[in-house]
């Protein structure tokens, strides 16, 4: 199984400030395509995970420009470029190699 | 609007089959991979398979041999059975909708559309 690590577990973040996101999986996440599959999702206080990221850098529908995804090989970020205090929540990023597994999550809060 | 609903018992006994069952609405289920996630209380997410509408499946490996997913296309539906559950299968199940996008030749299936996500509590 691939695992997924994320880092900071906890994030707190002041407004307008940037953020960003580190995960790491066990092996390499390269397609035989030469893409990266890796996604972000991020589950806000009371609801359901929601798409932010998918491939590694496309933006899902709806998703502000402040957010960007990067990253090769087994190293991938999440950065906001602007932290606003809509952006709270725990966010997830998960391998989508071999069959699915999602990171532990990271909790952004604002100072 | 795709909406995703879950539905079925809150509360299974140990040993026994906890079963659960996705209704779609908003959408046809043909042409789609529909999938289901579960958290357990405070924790984070794990995945635990998909379903194409053809009945092709892909389970987490750690739930093989306990988890059978369906798909019933008449009735816009989806299930999953899980059985001999212990109380580390309680958890919050959340069904949810693949969407297809495509890069050159390649598709690209990120989990686009989730349900509201509903709690199954293990315990005698």
């Known amino acids: 199984d691939i695992v997924m690590t994320q880092s900071p577990l906890s994030l707190p973040v002041t407004p307008g400030e940037p953020a960003s996101i580190s995960c790491r999986s066990s092996q390499s996440l390269l397609h035989s395509s030469g893409y990266y599959y890796l996604d972000w999702y991020v589950q806000k206080p009371g609801q359901s995970p929601q798409l932010l990221i998918y491939m590694t850098s496309n933006r899902a529908s709806g998703v502000p420009d402040r957010f960007s995804g990067s990253g090769s090989g087994t190293d991938f970020t999440l950065k906001i470029s602007r932290v606003e205090a809509e952006d709270v929540g725990v966010y997830y990023c998960m391998q989508t190699l071999q069959t699915r597994t999602f990171g532990q999550g990271t909790k952004l809060e604002i100072k | ?124």
Do not use: M
Request: glycine fraction near 10%.
């Open chain 2, 1 to 124: 609007q795709v909406q995703l609903q879950e539905s079925g018992p809150g509360l299974v006994k140990p040993s026994e089959t906890l079963s659960l069952t996705c209704s779609v609405s908003g959408g046809s289920i043909s042409g789609y991979y529909w999938s289901w996630i579960r958290q357990p209380p405070g924790r984070g997410l794990q995945w635990i398979g998909y379903i194409y509408y053809s009945g092709a499946t892909s389970y987490n490996p750690s739930l093989t041999g306990r988890l059978i997913l369906s798909v019933d296309t008449s009735k816009n539906q989806f299930s999953l059975q899980l059985s001999s559950v212990t109380a580390a299968d309680t958890a919050v199940y959340y069904c949810a909708r693949l969407t297809a996008y495509s890069f050159g030749s390649v598709r690209y299936h990120p989990i686009e559309y989730w349900g509201q996500g509903t709690l199954v509590t293990v315990s005698s």
